[in-house]
């Protein structure tokens, strides 16, 4: 089924390892999405990017880096993880023509950070 | 820079009440809002989105929200709840540019007793 894949679905890291969350998407959309989802605080936009090769911030994009080297996946990337990285991450994509269209959503990358 | 705030963040109803959650956003230009929802250990799922035209939108599931543009309001609604509308739901805004960031509200948890 086309859709939004998201790879681990769990993780558990150790303060000051590093991962990279993959987010791949099967639809063409130009553009993809990595938020982070607190109790309370809703989803807040991490990084995202509008094409490939393209990327830029979001509201808390400290700590993070991503990167668009083929249209289809994005990637995120934790250099050195740290407790209050302990979140789900959901990765998100949408067409150009159709940003008015709503986003697909991942089934979201729970992490843990010890 | 833009905002969404969601009224309440805990609703507790009984199976046929009706639902109303209130959702305000703040940006002066044209905005495309909507509502998603997130079934407990899902991902977020569109229920209702506004683009343009008649600001009374329904989704699916039976839900219904109404744009306000004097008021910066699109409060959904709902006129008889199910045990199985139990979850998390999320209003989001994202302006009428090209890179469709989505902006999102804290959430409201909705709890229905059956």
């Known amino acids: 089924n086309a859709g939004v894949t998201q790879t681990p679905k769990f993780r558990v890291l150790k303060t000051g390892q590093s991962m990279t969350l993959l987010c791949a998407q099967d639809?063409?959309?130009?553009?993809m999405y990595w938020y982070r989802q607190d109790p309370g605080m809703g989803l807040r936009l991490i990084h995202y990017?509008?094409?490939?090769?393209?990327?830029a911030k979001g509201e808390v994009p400290d700590g993070y880096n991503v990167s668009r080297l083929k249209k289809q996946n994005f990637l995120l990337g934790l250099e050195s993880a740290a407790p209050s990285q302990t979140s789900v991450y959901f990765c998100?994509?949408?067409?150009?023509?159709?940003?008015?269209?709503?986003?697909?959503f991942g089934s979201g990358t729970r992490l843990t950070v010890v | 820079a833009q905002s969404v705030s969601q009224h309440n963040h805990h609703v507790i109803l009984s199976e046929a009440a009706s639902l109303e959650l209130g959702c305000n956003y703040s940006y002066g230009g044209t905005v495309n809002l909507f509502w998603y929802v997130q079934y407990p250990g899902q991902h977020l799922q569109l229920l209702l989105k506004?683009?343009?035209?008649?600001?009374l939108v329904k989704g699916i599931k039976g839900f219904e929200a109404e744009f306000i543009k004097s008021k910066f309001s699109f409060n959904l609604r709902k006129p008889s709840v199910q045990w199985s509308d139990t979850a998390e739901y999320f209003c989001a805004v994202s302006s009428a540019g090209n890179t469709g960031k989505l902006i999102f509200g804290q959430g409201t948890t909705l709890q229905v007793k059956p």
């Open positions: 998100a994509s949408s067409s150009s023509r159709g940003t008015n269209y709503g986003y697909t």
């Open positions: 506004y683009f343009s035209g008649d600001p």
């Open positions: 639809m063409n959309h130009e553009y």
């Open positions: 990017s509008v094409g490939e090769g393209t990327t």
